[in-house]
């Protein structure tokens, strides 16, 4: 269900790719700009909902996860059509030494299956990297040269 993280990559001037960078503060001043631009983006596409869930819950976790009081860069790349959204969101991760990449978890593989999974067995924070897991097609993350990369796609119907 993952997918190669390091295959992604410098998205500028490949084709179709839309780029967004953005300056995001640390009570949450920002995440507005971001949404509106991806809803801008997929105005069309049946899977916007979805795909504002994800990138709300990626972006969110970035100034949540920050530390301190700093403004944290975040760029943005998107692209639509033949049947898919791809998205990677990049930004530096201040505190590294607390980000743990999402990895598949034995949790999402049941729900998948459709198994019930008592709540109490859930930790109490990563709740949103599950339900980015389960709405996105592929969902990936990895630190690379102190960026924090997060990839994921999204199925549409649009063409």
């Given at each position: 269900m993952g997918r190669d993280v390091t295959a992604a990559g410098a998205r500028l001037g490949s084709e179709g790719?839309?780029?967004?960078?953005?300056?995001?503060?640390?009570?949450?001043?920002?995440?507005?700009?971001?949404?509106?631009?991806?809803?801008?983006?997929?105005?069309?596409?049946?899977?916007?909902?979805?795909?504002?869930?994800?990138?709300?819950?990626?972006?969110?976790?970035?100034?949540?996860?920050?530390?301190?009081?700093?403004?944290?860069?975040?760029e943005l790349f998107v692209r639509h059509g033949r049947?898919?959204?791809?998205?990677?969101?990049?930004?530096?991760?201040?505190?590294?030494?607390?980000?743990?990449?999402?990895?598949?978890?034995?949790?999402?593989e049941l729900l998948l299956a459709g198994v019930d999974v008592p709540v109490e067995g859930l930790v109490e924070s990563g709740r949103g990297l599950l339900v980015v897991g389960l709405v996105a097609k592929q969902f990936a993350q990895e630190v690379q040269g102190g960026v924090l990369v997060s990839v994921w796609s999204h199925g549409c119907k649009c063409r």
């Amino acid at each position: 269900m993952g997918r190669d993280v390091t295959a992604a990559g410098a998205r500028l001037g490949s084709e179709g790719w839309e780029r967004l960078r953005v300056e995001l503060q640390p009570e949450g001043l920002g995440l507005g700009v971001v949404r509106r631009w991806v809803r801008g983006l997929l105005v069309e596409c049946g899977a916007v909902d979805d795909c504002l869930l994800v990138v709300s819950e990626l972006v969110g976790n970035v100034v949540r996860h920050q530390g301190g009081t700093g403004v944290v860069l975040v760029e943005l790349f998107v692209r639509h059509g033949r049947g898919v959204v791809e998205a990677e969101l990049r930004h530096v991760e201040a505190r590294r030494e607390s980000f743990v990449p999402f990895k598949p978890s034995m949790e999402r593989e049941l729900l998948l299956a459709g198994v019930d999974v008592p709540v109490e067995g859930l930790v109490e924070s990563g709740r949103g990297l599950l339900v980015v897991g389960l709405v996105a097609k592929q969902f990936a993350q990895e630190v690379q040269g102190g960026v924090l990369v997060s990839v994921w796609s999204h199925g549409c119907k649009c063409r």
